[in-house]
Nanobody, 119 residues
Framework: QVQLVESGGGLVQAGGSLRLSCAAS????????LGWYRQTPGKQRDLVAT???????NYADSVKGRFTISREVAKNTVYLQMRRLKPEDTAVYHC?????????????WGQGTQVAVSS
């Protein structure tokens, strides 16, 4: 089992910045992909950004150039630095982890942290 605990959400004005953190309960060396998704009421959970064990990153078009995903191996933590926030970035942000364990693909989700951007 992998537990993911997010932090760093809050209320910010448009144009501001926030940094989300997600701490994993296991070494992130064992995790193939870490990422962030977001969800608003009544809508599906959408990809925001991912980072692989090799450091390859992927971003949704809507956040490219504004958000940066990174990881700190020593702290088993993945971050999402969000800049130039817009009201449409308002959502619950969920941390995601994917790993191969005993020949099975496992996926894990955090409980989420709320981000609200006021205009």
């Amino acid at each position: 089992q992998v537990q993911l605990v997010e932090s760093g959400g809050g209320l910010v004005q448009a144009g501001g910045s926030l940094r989300l953190s997600c701490a994993a309960s296991v070494s992130i060396f064992s995790i193939n992909t870490l990422g962030w998704y977001r969800q608003t009421p009544g809508k599906q959970r959408d990809l925001v950004a991912t980072i692989t064990g090799g450091g390859t990153t992927n971003y949704a078009d809507s956040v490219k150039g504004r958000f940066t995903i990174s990881r700190e191996v020593a702290k088993n933590t993945v971050y999402l630095q969000m800049r130039r926030l817009k009201p449409e970035d308002t959502a619950v942000y969920h941390c995601y982890a994917e790993r191969y364990y005993r020949m099975r693909l496992e996926t894990y989700w955090g409980q989420g942290t709320q981000v609200a951007v006021s205009s």
